[in-house]
């Protein structure tokens, strides 16, 4: 464990940091206990827990931010508990009460407060809630015991030299996600196979894949760990959910702003990558809880490159970062109601 008061907030990257407390609470004969508070630290697992042989897992990804008033702050806690059981049930696992998810992520975050990073530092506590079938097993089957974990990692800003885009290689080779499969789940299981896609655009320079339908390898998908958007003819589309995209809390959220705020024509459809090269596809960018909104440079397709805006930032992208993000701190005012306090 890190001693708060010798981490500086304001040059504090990505990097895996250890806070006082999480939180545990153990499935056993069919039911969950109460759970606990403890202080940080390792447990043990037997070698045939069903998580280490056949992947049952999953997790969620979420943040406790300082607001400009002083507050800590939630973003849409709810919605992440929702997709815990969501992904619980496509995993057979147990699933764990919204309020009670809710209960264990506030506790934790009460006491790793002083890991909070200020308001005027724009970094976060980042929160890790996950499941695992921790029960022993032979044959491939659920567990029968599983361990619900909530754990604290202190994150600087996603853009601490200002805002930029990225430059994503589309792929013909890797996919994601098949139809029937478990890309909807936010399971341990979707991550391990894109890293190697990921580490091989890296080696070429590019910050990402952007993924394409399994079956006609055409449809834009996501970029493996953030939806994406697109300003097309004026409006703002993204890939519908068909089940093999991660339904994003950030995305819904851009859908909504979009909508009713910004009064721009919003659509959830399949988008062909052909679409991108087209000079009616003036802005992209992908959201996720992580950055936000991560604007997207150019995209890279067998030697064709399309670069958009410049490689600046499209105005609607800046305004939707800004807009999210001013919400998300109390900057402005919650009228969509997203905003969960922690007293
Ligand atoms: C978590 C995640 C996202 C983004 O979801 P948010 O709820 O916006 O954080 C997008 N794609 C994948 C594959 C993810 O795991």
Not at 191 to 211: D, N, R, V
Not at 251 to 261: G, N, P, Q, W, Y
Request: proline residues 5%; glycine residues 10%; aromatic residues 12%.
């Amino acid at each position: 464990m890190v001693d708060p008061k010798d981490i500086d907030f304001y040059s504090l990257g990505f990097r895996y940091l250890e806070t006082k407390t999480m939180f545990v609470s153990d499935y056993k004969n069919g039911k969950w206990d109460d759970g606990n508070s403890i202080p940080f630290g390792n447990f043990e697992i037997s070698p045939a827990a069903c998580v280490l042989n056949y992947g049952q897992g999953i997790f969620e990804g979420m943040k406790a931010l300082r607001a400009k008033t002083g507050e800590i702050v939630l973003f849409r806690p709810e919605e992440n508990g929702k997709r815990f059981n969501m992904s619980a049930r496509r995993m057979v696992m147990p699933e764990y009460d919204v309020d009670k998810f809710l209960e264990a992520i506030k506790k934790v975050v009460k006491a790793n407060e002083e890991y909070i990073p200020p308001y005027d530092s724009g970094g976060a506590l980042y929160i890790r809630p996950l499941m695992i079938g921790n029960g022993p097993i032979v044959g491939v089957a659920p567990a029968e015991e599983f361990k619900f974990i909530v754990f604290t990692v202190p994150v600087g800003p996603y853009f601490p030299e200002g805002f930029n885009g990225i430059h994503l290689e589309i792929s013909k080779k890797y996919t994601r996600a098949a139809p029937g499969g478990t890309g909807s789940a936010k399971t341990c299981c979707n991550y391990a196979g894109t890293m190697l896609p990921a580490k091989e655009t890296k080696a070429k320079g590019f910050a990402q894949i952007l993924y394409l339908d399994a079956i006609n390898m055409e449809y834009i998908e996501e970029v493996g760990t953030a939806n994406f958007f697109g300003l097309i003819n004026g409006k703002i589309a993204t890939p519908r959910k068909t089940g093999t995209i991660l339904e994003g809390i950030t995305r819904d959220a851009i859908l909504e702003l979009c909508s009713k705020k910004l009064g721009i024509e919003v659509e959830e459809r399949d988008i062909s990558y052909k679409e991108l090269f087209e000079e009616s596809c003036t802005e992209t960018f992908c959201t996720g809880t992580a950055a936000v909104i991560t604007p997207i440079s150019s995209v890279f397709l067998e030697g064709k490159k399309r670069v958009f805006n410049n490689g600046e930032p499209g105005e609607l992208t800046t305004k939707l970062y800004e807009l999210l993000n001013s919400i998300q701190r109390l900057e402005i005012e919650d009228e969509f109601g997203w905003i969960v306090k922690i007293s």
